[in-house]
């Protein structure tokens, strides 16, 4: 699942992934967990302004579901475009 957003001229591109393991000792799930991988795009361009990055839950622990991971990437990343422009003011 992808989706793109615009947030204070950026674009905001959230992927989700699936079927990964945090550690290498992990025993496989019986469901899978998500990933939510998010690029910030300069505004007018489809440069990444930072290389993505990859969220999950609290603790190092996945999403329970697709949209859990999309939610949660969407909120991480209009919080980074927040933080990136207010360093840009100062």
Do not use: W
Request: charged letters at 25%; a negative charge; hydrophobic letters at 35%.
């Amino acid at each position: 699942m992808n989706q793109t957003y615009e947030y204070n001229g950026y674009t905001l591109q959230i992927a989700i992934e699936s079927d990964f393991q945090t550690r290498k000792d992990a025993h496989v799930a019986r469901t899978p967990g998500y990933v939510a991988v998010v690029r910030i795009c300069e505004p007018g361009t489809r440069l990444s302004r930072i290389s993505p990055l990859r969220f999950v839950e609290k603790a190092g622990h996945p999403f329970v579901s697709e949209s859990d991971a999309l939610n949660g990437g969407y909120h991480a990343a209009r919080t980074l475009v927040d933080d990136l422009s207010q360093r840009d003011i100062h």
